[in-house]
């Protein structure tokens, strides 16, 4: 029996569901920036604090390559790896390799937690679940 790792955000296109059943099919999961930043808001600023605090947090993200950003920005937007590969002309191979360094840089354990740090840092727009 498997349990539910993603929630969908409405509303959404076909496209978009059909991206996360393949992300899901291939043991990816994913959450949007709105529903990252409602995580973020269900977690006590003690908590966030404990994560990683403020300081900690700019001087790992000074870390980040430029590279680093648009691929952290595009991903935490909603695009899949194919997508954001498309937009840098990139492989989508090039792309989960920059995800796994960004989450190594940040200390963190997933995408998902990466996609929060690109929430908490402006990075996106958590107004907007979906790349333009």
């Known amino acids: 029996m498997r349990t539910a790792t993603r929630y969908l955000a409405l509303p959404l296109n ?9 992300q899901l099919e291939n043991g990816l999961t994913s959450i949007t920036p ?3 930043q409602h995580m973020l808001e269900d ?8 994560l990683h605090p403020q300081s900690a947090q700019d001087e790992m993200s000074e870390q980040l390559t430029e590279r680093h950003k ?13 997508e954001a590969a498309e937009t840098l002309g990139l ?7 920059h ?7 940040l200390q963190l354990k997933n995408r998902s937690q ?6 908490r840092a402006r990075l996106v727009d958590t107004d907007q679940d979906a790349i333009d």
């Open 14 to 22: 076909g496209q978009e569901l059909i991206d996360m059943l393949r």
């Open 99 to 105: 995800m796994g360094r960004i989450v190594e840089i």
């Open 114 to 119: 990466a996609i929060a740090f690109a929430v």
């Open 91 to 97: 492989t989508e191979r090039t792309i989960k390799y």
């Open 43 to 50: 977690l006590g600023a003690e908590d966030r604090q404990t």
């Open 70 to 82: 648009m691929i952290l920005k595009l991903v935490a937007g909603g695009a899949t790896y194919k």
């Open 34 to 36: 709105g529903i990252a």
